[in-house]
């Protein structure tokens, strides 16, 4: 008995990380990221991706264009995995691939926006410094390393042709891409005219105080509890209508696409907690407009086969990532469980390497997701941690969570994600340490 009282709580603990998680962050952040890579996958050709961040690409062009990429379409770790995973099987070279993986995360509008908020523009404009710096450098120090197997590489696609071909992209992809990278952006975009309320109405029930005080113990709203019910939907019927889409569509199919959309759209508005007050938001009908102008211009200028290469190559990264995200963050939530939160102050407390790479070592086991990452971060401010420990924590905490390891170990291999991890370390660490240091001298 003793020994499940000591475990249950953990257990709910991570259980809650998961709830919180698949209610608040992924659907408008991570379905439409995993969009976007298949959509790369499948409908941009290879050229197109080698030309600029190719292994052969030159320098100059390949490290700025993986960072400007990186900081345009990201949102959050969680975002950038499926869109590294795009990249590199498209043929991006390894250190550009690297880049874009290490700055997007870190420096996205809203990260840099509720940085300077919510602890300071010191601390925002270092991440913005930092990242771009240190994620050039990471991914040229890698590229280096393993130049053996990326001139292999790099033969490869050659005798492909993959490099020297021609390809003339038909605008109708770009404008779909666009329209994809706006979806994005108006789900997860923290302004006034798309948060703000344009008129609002009552739904005709109310919701038993008992459901609500059990909603409440989880740290969950109708809403968030709705949208995980979705996505349980979703599952089984993505299942049966994308396992097999390359042999043709069917009924589930249709479903599964259906779905999807209708839990973006059920996730746009804001919904008062007990009245069910819906209030038609700025997302909301940014969202809706963008979702019919994605099915007119798809249905009008693809075929079903390109569309259908489009889903299995969605399905392909949402079976390969999704699990790994959810064991790490259920692990992740258990962790915080057991971590006492006075060791904070003790072992951070203080401008030393050893405390910002204590720092570091919270963005391992202590991830949060760029909606609460920052107020995490007050947090931990709020707790006695030093700054500079904290920019070491907010440097790593996007590249060195338990889940983005175990899924860039999927993609580029243990022995790659390896040397990532460890220079992401060492460069966190340092940043973290000299900007103390000058925080002293200022």
């Known amino acids: ?230 996505l349980v939907l979703i599952i089984p019927v993505a299942y049966k209508g994308l396992e097999k889409v390359l042999e043709g569509y069917n009924g589930w199919t249709y479903a599964s696409i259906a779905l999807v959309a209708l839990t973006l759209l059920l996730a746009a508005p804001s919904v008062s907690q007990g009245s069910l007050v819906i209030g038609i938001t700025g997302k909301f009908v940014g969202e809706v407009l963008l979702i019919a102008a994605l099915g007119i211009v798809t249905a009008r200028s693809f075929e079903k086969e390109e569309t259908a290469e489009w889903l299995w190559e969605t399905w392909k990264f949402v079976k390969q990532i999704f699990p790994l995200l959810v064991v790490g963050v259920f692990a992740a939530g258990m962790v915080k469980a057991v971590l006492p939160e006075h060791w904070i102050e003790t072992l951070a407390g203080r401008n030393t390497l050893l405390a910002n790479l204590v720092g570091v070592l919270f963005g391992v086991f202590m991830y949060f997701p760029t909606l609460v990452e920052v107020p995490i971060a007050r947090m931990f401010l709020d707790l006695g941690m030093h700054r500079g420990p904290l920019l070491a924590y907010l440097l790593a905490d996007p590249e060195l969570s338990l889940q983005s390891i175990l899924v860039t170990s999927k993609i580029l291999g243990r022995k790659k994600t390896a040397v990532y991890v460890g220079l992401v370390t060492i460069f966190s660490t340092l940043a973290g340490y000299l900007f103390g240091l000058a925080l002293t001298v200022i």
């Open 1 to 230: 008995m003793t020994f499940l009282n000591s475990v249950l709580p953990v257990l709910a603990s991570g259980w809650n990380a998961l709830l919180e998680y698949l209610a608040a962050h992924v659907l408008l952040c991570l379905v439409p990221a995993f969009i976007i890579a298949g959509y790369m996958s499948a409908m941009i050709p290879k050229e197109v991706i080698t030309r600029y961040l190719g292994p052969k690409a030159p320098k100059i062009i390949s490290y700025p264009a993986s960072a400007i990429g990186g900081f345009l379409l990201a949102v959050c770790s969680c975002t950038i995995l499926p869109l590294f995973a795009g990249i590199w099987k498209r043929g991006a070279g390894l250190g550009a691939a690297i880049t874009f993986l290490f700055v997007g995360p870190a420096v996205n509008i809203l990260a840099i926006a509720y940085t300077g908020s919510a602890i300071g523009f010191d601390i925002a404009l270092a991440r913005i410094v930092l990242s771009i710096a240190f994620g050039i450098g990471i991914g040229m120090i890698m590229a280096w390393m393993f130049r053996a197997e990326e001139a292999e590489r790099a033969t490869q696609m050659q005798d492909s042709g993959m490099f020297d071909a021609e390809v003339k992209v038909k605008p109708a992809i770009w404008v779909v891409f666009l329209l994809l990278i706006a979806v994005l952006i108006v789900g997860t975009l923290q302004v006034e005219i798309l948060t703000g309320t344009l008129f609002s109405f009552r739904l005709p029930v109310e919701l038993p105080s008992a459901l609500l005080d059990a909603l409440a113990s989880a740290n969950l709203t109708p809403q968030g509890a709705l949208l995980i019910l979705m």
